[in-house]
Each structure stands twice: as C-alpha cells, then as structure tokens.
C-alpha cells in the first residue's frame, strides 16, 4: 500500500507563495498520475494539477492556471506544489492523489485516484 504523505501547509497573505510537497513511500517504477487536489470549505473537491510521471505538460485547472506549477522529482519519490500570488480564494485542505493511471488530463481529476494523502491545510489571509 503506497502511503502519500503532505506537507508545507500553512498561513499567508494574499499574494504571497507556499511550497507544497508530496512524499511517496513507494517508488513508482511505471509512469503514475500524480495530482493535487483541494477541498474548500462548504465546496466540493476540486482537482487542480495533474502531473504524468512518464512525462507530459501537466493539467492546471482554470482556477490555478499561471500561479500554481506541479513537479516531480523522481530520485525523491516527491510531487511538489508551488503555489504564488496566492489569493483568499485558494484557502482550502490540499490533498495529494496518485494512481497508474497514462491520463493525467481533467477528465482524470473527476475520477477516483488510487491513493490519497492526508492532506495539508492552506490558509491564504485578505
């Protein structure tokens, strides 16, 4: 059972930036959709980056588009988050998602994943 584990959470200003990191405990050795989601409070789950460890462009929803940009690094079995010009909107628990899954677009962010973290919770202040 692969375990994800969130971390870099945290309190900020609006316009300000946070670093999220998801560490596996598994090393995946075929290519896996590894994905960030949030869950605002008194809204639904919302999938907001994407990212196909065999390669690819990462998916970004509308909302996080041109401030939120996923990586991986694979020697680390670590999916990161940066986030900038945070804005109180972005306020939401942040959860990390994997599954061998080749599409890693939107359509994939509608589905089940595999695995879940434990989440991160991202307080963005006005």
């Known amino acids: 059972q692969v375990q994800l584990v969130e971390s870099g959470g945290g309190s900020v200003q609006a316009g300000g930036s946070l670093r999220l990191s998801c560490a596996a405990s598994?090393?995946?050795?075929?290519?896996?959709?590894m994905a960030w989601f949030r869950h605002p409070p008194g809204k639904e789950r919302e999938g907001i980056a994407g990212?196909?460890?065999?390669?690819?462009?990462?998916y970004y929803a509308d909302s996080v588009k041109g401030r939120f940009t996923a990586s991986h690094d694979a020697a680390k079995n670590t999916l990161y988050l940066q986030m900038n010009s945070l804005k109180p909107e972005d306020t939401a628990m942040y959860y990390c998602?994997?599954?061998?899954?080749?599409?890693?677009?939107?359509?994939?962010?509608?589905?089940?994943?595999?695995?879940w973290g434990q989440g991160t919770q991202v307080t963005v202040s006005s």
């Open positions: 998602a994997a599954g061998p899954y080749k599409d890693c677009s939107g359509s994939r962010m509608n589905a089940d994943f595999k695995y």
């Open positions: 598994e090393y995946f050795y075929s290519g896996y959709c």
């Open positions: 990212l196909y460890t065999g390669g690819g462009t990462p």
